[in-house]
């Protein structure tokens, strides 16, 4: 447990996040009270499997999520509450504060601007540079990048380069105005698995020069290979972060279990049948009054179907489960 | 870029070509001909008639006649109204359809855009909803009853402006055509500048975009518009030509001596050389207007530089 | 495929036209070309039976123009038809083909495109005759170019989908690819289009009957009433209102029904 005395605010607290999608009969959840923080230059994985709200989570921090998504509770980042913010105080934050990376870096770059007008607009918009210090700025970050021959680049298209070296190009937009957090959401999704080891090599190097990570992703793989931390949602909650190492190693939900286990290890024997975690995550418009997992989860008990089990922690660890796994223990 | 424009120069000349050919046939083929009146005429009389045009040669050669003549920038005489050129006639006419075309052309783009990106910006709002009825109103209601109802009621009943006429040096002539000859394409300008920013908005370079802290403005000007604005180009382009060369019904209402007096007539008429020379006339802004659009978007859409690759 | 209100309402007016113009002539006493010399450009009203006033020539307004209505909605949703099957079997064939055969094909749309329609319209008046047949035929010969543009785009991009790759691969004859697997996914786009070009094919029948190309009297279309209208709308504006009211009605109804059908099949529209 930590003490109130002295300790700094974390840079990114998320206190009772819940995203609200759509209006009247079409609403729905997203994001259902969700409290995380992340310190400086820490690196946080996000996982979850798809409709789980990962995706809201990354766009609700930088106010992203369009008029259909409706935010309550509170993000303060930085020591500034962001919930409910002045949009002209939201635009100092992004791009400035905080570095956003998304998907598909086909579609995430403007297909009619140059590589180089896209970088240096960044710095234009906050005030940093403008002509050619921006360009020069521009250059740097993607030698930075690792984007072999820069200066060539700055005056290509998006369509002109591959998909590996446009999430470059992504990333080096993210950074260059040298924020302290970076969101990233399933970067390397999109791209060939020989491509992702190099971007993501490109993360840990954030991480090392003192930018705080958030890598949203449905691969433990890619979270186990890049974060310290790791948390994972189901069906809109936060069912448990701590240590990736350790919660890998030891998981107390049954649903991390179950993704931990569902996850193909380099040295499974090839005729061993694959784990699937038996049925389906509750839609967002049919979630029940209780824990959302119980349905599928082999050790529920009967409050699970009508009480939502709150995130306890204990140590650097945390877990929403009324029967949580004991070490070592199997689902 | 001067490749791309050059190879769609040199793609525009066959083109070009065929229309002609096409016109050619198409006139021809209708039955009757230019000297089929109600009297008929005396059969020597007609004889020399098509022998002073060339009408009595094999359609071959008459076709290659022709084409010599255009290619020396000549189109011949009228065939009905036999005291003036085709030249001429169009020399008179386009001017004024090319004068009111450009102003209803500027009116129209030059308030058709802004209030279209207004819609879109004020979706489902009041703004939005007004505008959107008054855009249908203005395509449903034909040019041929707004032209007589704005001259009515400026013109006869508030006597702001001229009902009708056309002299030279006097402005106030042209507002009336102007507006009524701009209505239908605002109207359209609007929903389609409308539909097309929507459509972007939701494209996720926007969304980054707004991610790098980019003000509004900046959002709006440098990454929406520019890709909404290449399908609004691509309507432009045909659009124009049919507004530059000048509206029948305008012309007609108003009683301006433009391009588009005489092509009903000359048609029903088979005054072959005045059909063909408007023909020509109309083909050549289409062919030309399409490849100013065609280069327009390349110059916003690099991808569409290289249309060979994929 | 869940429509808005504005789409279901535009519905039920297109709905209540068009039973108007069924069945509307028949309720009224008078035929279309009755001359009723005791009644001549009377406004509307109920003494003398012309519920909707009658023209110059005494003849009844209601009568007139919903039968105006009925061959104008003809005539627009024939060039429709017309222009649907010309325009969705060429742009799909040129954008399945691609390569050469496209460009050829859309080579050919653009000659043709570069052509004034008038002078397509007035051809077809001398080669027919004056008759609704034309005015149909010589709106969807022009209507079918805009449609095959709209079409092969679509297919296109269609053409590189994996679900159209997938049938090429397992070998799959290419007529059947195309008619089992492009062109009903075209259908979206393409009925949406269509709902927004009745309106106007509509108003360019109109236009040809302004011009004196379209249907002839006595017979009566929206155009040529309006044209009238037009000309007496200072003694008699009830000519040029009453069929320019139903005019407006049409022309809304089937904007509002085409914008709620592309909402509704417009995914990322929320």
Known sequence: MRSTRMTPEPLLALRGLSVTLGRGAGETRALEDVSLTLAAAARLGLVGESGAGKSQLALAIAG?????????????????????????RLRRVRGARIGMV??????????????????AEVLVAHGRARGAAARAAALAMLERVRVPDPAARLGQYPHELSGGLRQR??????????????????????????????????FREAGSAGTALLLVSHDLAVVAGVCEEIAVLYAGRLVERGPVRAVLATPRHPYTAGLAAARLALDTPLEAPLVAIPGQPPGRGARPAGCAYAARCPRSLPRCAHEVPPLEAAGARAVACFAPLGAGERP | MLRYVLGRLAGAVPTLFAVVTLAFLLVRLA????????????PEVRANLDRLYGLDRPLAEQYLRYLGGLARGDLGPSLRLRDFTVRQLIATGLPVSLTLGGLALALAVGLGVPLGVLAARRRRGLADRALLFVAVLGLAIPAYVTAPVLALVFGVHLHWLPVAGWEPGRPADLVLPVLALALPTLAYLVRLVRASVLEVEHELHVRTAVAKGLAPAAVLVRHVLPPALSPVLGYLGPAAAGILTGSLVVETVFGLPGMGRFLVQGALNRDYTLVMGKVIVYAVLVIGLNLVVD?????IDPRLRHPERP | MRLGGGAR????????????????????PWRVDALDWQHLAVPPGLEAGHWLGTDRLGRDLWVRTLAGVRVSLAIALLATLVSLVLGVGYGAIAGYAGGRTDALMMRAVDVLYSLPYVFFVILLTVVLGRAPTTVFLAIGAVGWLTMARVVRGETRRLRSREFVEAAVAAGVPPGVVLARHVVPNLLGPVLVYATLTVPSLIVLESFLS???????????????????????????????????????AIVLALGALGEGLRDALDPHDA
Do not use: C, K, Y
């Open chain 3, 9 to 28: 309402l535009g519905l039920a007016v297109l709905a209540l036209v068009a039973a108007l113009a069924l069945f509307g002539p028949a309720a009224s």
């Open chain 1, 102 to 119: 998304f998907q598909d870096p086909g579609s995430a770059l403007a297909p009619h601007l140059t590589i180089g007008t896209q970088l």
């Open chain 2, 295 to 299: 280069v327009l978007q390349a110059l």
């Open chain 1, 169 to 202: 190009v992504l990333i080096a937009m993210a950074l260059i105005a040298g924020p302290s957090l970076l969101v990233a959401d399933e970067p390397t999704t999109a791209l060939d698995a020989t491509v992702e080891a190099g971007i993501l090599e490109l």
């Open chain 1, 64 to 88: 992203l999520g369009g008029p259909a998504a409706r935010v309550s509770g509170s993000i303060r980042f930085e020591g500034a509450e962001l919930v409910g913010a002045p949009e002209p």
């Open chain 2, 31 to 42: 039955p009757g001909g230019p000297f089929d009146q109600e009297q008929p005429l005396a």
């Open chain 3, 210 to 248: 302004f011009l004196g190309l379209g249907v002839a009297e006595p017979a009566a279309s929206l155009g040529n009433l309006l044209a009238q209208g037009a000309q007496e709308m200072e003694t008699a504006p009830w000519m040029l209102v009453v069929p320019g009211a139903f005019l407006v």
